[in-house]
């Protein structure tokens, strides 16, 4: 299976101030027919988890616009421009470009 | 507006069997394909099964092969998960999702499974 290694595993982060998740994958996700099948999920506390980012990049309905991800072949990045309390959770990257689909080991983000 | 309600879950002893349910609504279940993915409370998140829009085609973990079986009844638009010959480390909520554009867009609100004796 593709390991997807997040980092870093706990994010202290300030209200107002950016933040950065980096997730990598041991191989490349760059599918056969060209899309790289990485997705981000939030998970608040005691709720079930959110898609948020899909296909590396495009934000699902009704996500806040500070959210973006980017990233490309291994190395991949969900940033939050300014971080709000609503944010405070467990956020996790997905694989989909290789069969089975495998989850990030998750970043806690919290208030500094 | 998609809603997914898991059910079933709840205390068994190892070696026991449950059945887990997932009532779908606001959308036209037959047209997706649908998983299952599980947490153990406090860690991160594992697919465990996965099956096609008319039932044909299934796929399961191999932490799970053998012992779970996944199914769907689209006249009343609900998915299950057969869990037999359960184990300690079988313990976890388990969550019904549903694809679009890509994996796992739609999420239930987790049903709890405990196995111990």
């Known amino acids: 299976d593709v390991v997807v290694t997040q980092s870093p595993l706990s994010l202290p982060v300030t209200l107002g101030q950016p933040a950065s998740i980096s997730c990598r994958s041991s191989q490349s996700l760059v599918h056969s027919v060209g899309n790289t099948y990485l997705n981000w999920f939030q998970q608040r506390p005691g709720q079930s988890p959110r898609r948020l980012i899909y296909?590396?990049?495009k934000r699902d309905s009704g996500v806040p616009d500070r959210f973006s991800g980017s990233g490309s072949g291994t190395d991949f990045t969900l940033e939050i421009s300014r971080v709000e309390a609503e944010d405070i959770g467990v956020y996790y990257c997905l694989q989909g470009t290789h069969w089975p689909p495998t989850f990030g080991q998750g970043t806690k983000v919290e208030i500094k | 507006e998609v809603q997914l309600v898991e059910s079933g879950g709840g205390l068994v002893q190892p070696g026991g069997s449950l059945r887990l349910s997932c009532a779908a609504s606001g959308f036209t279940f037959s047209d997706y394909w649908m998983h299952w993915v599980r947490q153990v409370p406090g860690k991160g998140l594992v697919w465990v099964s996965r099956i096609n829009p008319d039932g044909s085609s299934t796929t399961h973990a191999d932490s799970v092969k053998g012992r779970f079986t996944i199914s769907r009844d689209n006249a009343k638009n609900t998915l299950y998960l057969q869990m037999n010959s359960l184990r300690v480390e079988d313990t976890a909520v388990y969550y019904c999702t549903r694809d679009s554009s890509g994996y796992f867009n739609y999420w239930g609100q987790g049903t709890l499974v405990t196995v111990s004796s």
């Open positions: 296909e590396v990049s």
